[in-house]
């Protein structure tokens, strides 16, 4: 799969130039958010770079993605924004990780299982409108934040979601904030994190509260707002042109035979695929080649796709599927989808190539375990 020449080119110094980008924008501290793989980038790389560029903490989705950085030795702090079984106390406790309460009811099904939770951190979800996950009421709020610590556990952190940040209209927002900062007020204990903001937040919708961010797609350099930052995306998605022929007049091209040649021309064979990530929605869409812009023809298959060149190109041309000329933002409108769906479907086959300075550092296949 290492030698299939699909790669997703990783920039470091993309990332690191991003993180300093948003470092000046916020004074607050900034929680590296890689839930799915760092966004289909390779956690490991990400969580290194957005540590030594002065995060104070990675958050991950479950215990899974904490175990997985632990098992490639990442050491710093991982928060799990996502449910925990109660049942995998003892798991996260080895894997040193700070877990979210995201009910009340999780909370006491815990203290049910283990009495003793010492040496284990907590942050409270409140659910402030986005009806997903966390607590709603005081009341509750109040007595989980006493039980943890009467059982010896360190609530360390207060935060909750935006569910509209990303929008014109910031009334959401506004509600939200005013709800969680009198939630977070009433409790009167003295959180070290409290946090709401995420990337469209940081970049439009600052508050003067809370003093942690948890940024996850501005730090991949796509922003979900309009936004004056000067953030680059890192990830490029790169193939290779693997069989070339010409195609008559009236023959047809892949499954279904939905695209016929209206004259004769010139036919490439990529070797990426809908099990990749590259959705078969992308029929159609262009790609670009040894200088020109290319459509996909006829449908993406599993593990190919087929376009159309004016001109002939050597087996090995590199193609652009995602780049500077393809941005990823415009793919996602195209396909009536949201950037991180495309990066977080990026499938484990696709080889992740880190690069500094313009030269190969690292190369991981998820598939091989290298
Ligand atoms: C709880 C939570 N915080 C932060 C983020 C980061 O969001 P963004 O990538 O928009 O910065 C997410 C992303 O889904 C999330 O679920």
Redesign the pocket.
């Known amino acids: 799969m290492n030698n299939r020449k699909t790669y997703a080119m990783i920039d470091c110094d993309a990332l690191a130039h991003n993180l300093k980008c948003i470092k000046k924008k916020t004074s607050k501290a900034l929680i590296a958010?890689l839930?799915a793989n760092a966004?289909g980038h390779g956690d490991l790389p990400v969580a290194e770079i957005a540590m030594r560029e002065g995060c104070i903490m990675v958050?991950v989705?479950s215990l899974d993605e904490a175990i997985a950085l632990r098992n490639q030795g990442f050491q710093d702090e991982i928060l799990i924004?996502g449910y925990v079984d109660p049942k995998d106390f003892d798991e996260s406790k080895k894997a040193h990780v700070t877990l979210s309460v995201i009910s009340f009811d999780w909370i006491k099904e815990l203290l049910v299982l283990h009495k003793d939770l010492s040496g284990m951190s907590f942050h409270i979800k409140i659910d402030s409108g986005m009806n997903r996950i966390g607590l709603k009421l005081q009341e509750e709020i109040n007595t989980t934040i006493q039980l943890i610590e009467d059982h010896q556990g360190i609530v360390e952190g207060i935060?909750s979601?935006y569910a509209c940040?990303?929008e014109d209209s910031k009334d959401m927002c506004e509600k939200q904030f005013n709800f969680f900062k009198k939630i977070v007020l009433e409790t009167h204990h003295a959180f070290k994190w409290i946090h709401i903001e995420?990337?469209?937040a940081?970049v439009s919708y600052e508050d003067d509260f809370t003093n942690a961010a948890?940024?996850?797609?501005?730090?991949?350099g796509i922003s979900?707002v309009e936004c004056s930052l000067d953030v680059n995306p890192v990830l490029s998605l790169v193939s290779h042109i693997s069989c070339i022929k010409k195609v008559h007049q009236g023959e047809t091209i892949g499954y279904g035979a939905t695209y016929t040649a209206n004259k004769e021309c010139i036919i490439a064979t990529l070797p990426i695929g809908y099990a990749d990530g590259l959705l078969r929605a992308n029929q159609s869409r262009c790609v670009f080649c040894d200088g020109e812009y290319a459509p996909i023809v006829g449908r993406i298959c599993m593990d190919q796709c087929m376009i159309q060149l004016n001109h002939w190109v050597e087996v090995n041309t590199p193609v652009e599927i995602i780049s500077q000329r393809i941005p990823l933002t415009a793919m996602a409108k195209d396909l009536n989808t949201i950037p991180?769906e495309i990066l977080c479907l990026l499938s484990d086959r696709i080889t992740r190539i880190f690069l500094q300075n313009g030269k190969e550092i690292k190369r991981i296949n998820q598939r091989l375990h290298n």
Do not use: Q
């Open positions: 958010v839930k966004y958050a989705s924004l935060f979601h940040a990303d995420n990337s469209a940081v948890r940024i996850g797609l501005v730090m991949y979900p991180y």
